[in-house]
């Protein structure tokens, strides 16, 4: 199996595919992921794999941490020398196992809430995305109401960033996520989106792919037939000079990234 950089030039935005391994995620195609599912983003071209063994989306019902566990550290394991692998998790104890598996990023949903989860990322030196969510998934859509969105996300993700760098972390491994879908109506999402600049000099990852804002946008409520709204998020992030993009459809990115950088070029 070739190694994640070999036989590609790696995009400028970089591709990060989705590996679900729940049964309940709200993309029907993306659930129950596998180590093959995995090792087939990984031959598309992913610069990154995800794994996460809770669903959070909208109305979720937690899981337990031992279920987690066994339903994300063996694909971690697996793929590790393969690719560079992020473990989707706001628990402590699954993101420490996966550290210790192979995963060299946390991608907490929960925005570093747990100082635990701060120490774990200050202790181990890895690379962290830390996403802004309102609430808990279970009411995060119930009527979400901020008095200036853009203020109150991108600095909540910036304090908690600066935290981080105070304490000694590195600067070029800290990723900030709005949060898209977390706690956010559409306007509330389309202002975030238009305002990533804000969150600089820290690096910025999107995570949008099929959610419901691209129902919203194009009348699909099937999010499989949310592609092409996804893939116009692509561009958007491809022009934006976003630095990860968090996808389920990786061949088509690698597809619309591989015309985009012959085009510029």
């Not at 402590?92 to 949903?109: F, K, S, Y």
């Not at 925005?111 to 279970?138: N, T, W």
């Given at each position: 199996m070739m190694g994640v950089y070999e036989g590609r030039q790696p995009c400028q935005t970089q591709i990060m595919g989705i590996i679900n391994a729940t049964p309940d995620s709200f993309h029907a195609d993306s659930r129950a992921g596998s180590i093959e599912s995995a090792m087939e983003m990984i031959k598309a071209g992913a610069d990154w794999i995800d794994i996460g063994g809770e669903s959070t989306r909208p109305g979720a019902t937690p899981?337990?941490?031992?279920?987690?566990?066994?339903?994300?550290?063996?694909?971690?394991?697996?793929?590790?020398?393969?690719?560079?692998?992020?473990?989707?998790?706001?628990?402590?104890?699954?993101?420490?196992?996966?550290?210790?598996?192979?995963?060299?990023?946390?991608?907490?949903?929960?925005?570093?809430?747990?100082?635990?989860?701060?120490?774990?990322?200050?202790?181990?030196?890895?690379?962290?995305?830390?996403?802004?969510?309102?609430?808990?998934?279970?009411?995060?859509?119930?009527?979400?109401?901020?008095?200036?969105?853009v203020a109150q996300v991108n600095g909540y993700l910036l304090d908690k960033a600066r935290e981080l760098v105070d304490k000694g972390h590195s600067i070029d491994d800290i990723y900030l996520d709005p949060g898209i879908g977390f706690g956010k109506n559409l306007e509330h999402n389309i202002e975030l989106l238009n305002s990533s600049d804000s969150l600089r000099p820290y690096s910025v990852l999107w995570g949008v792919s099929r959610k419901s804002m691209i129902g919203q946008l194009t009348g699909k409520t099937d999010s499989a037939e949310r592609l092409a709204g996804s893939l116009a998020i692509g561009a958007l992030a491809h022009s934006s000079k976003i630095d990860i993009i968090r996808v389920h459809d990786v061949d088509e990115h690698m597809d619309l990234f591989k015309v985009l950088d012959a085009m510029e070029a």
């Open positions: 899981v337990s941490i031992a279920v987690e566990l066994a339903r994300t550290i063996p694909i971690v394991k697996a793929i590790a020398p393969h690719c560079q692998v992020s473990i989707d998790t706001r628990n402590v104890e699954v993101a420490r196992a996966a550290l210790e598996a192979g995963a060299t990023m946390i991608n907490d949903i929960s925005g570093l809430r747990d100082p635990a989860m701060v120490d774990l990322v200050i202790d181990s030196a890895s690379k962290v995305c830390i996403m802004h969510m309102l609430g808990e998934p279970q009411s995060m859509q119930s009527n979400p109401e901020y008095t200036d969105v």
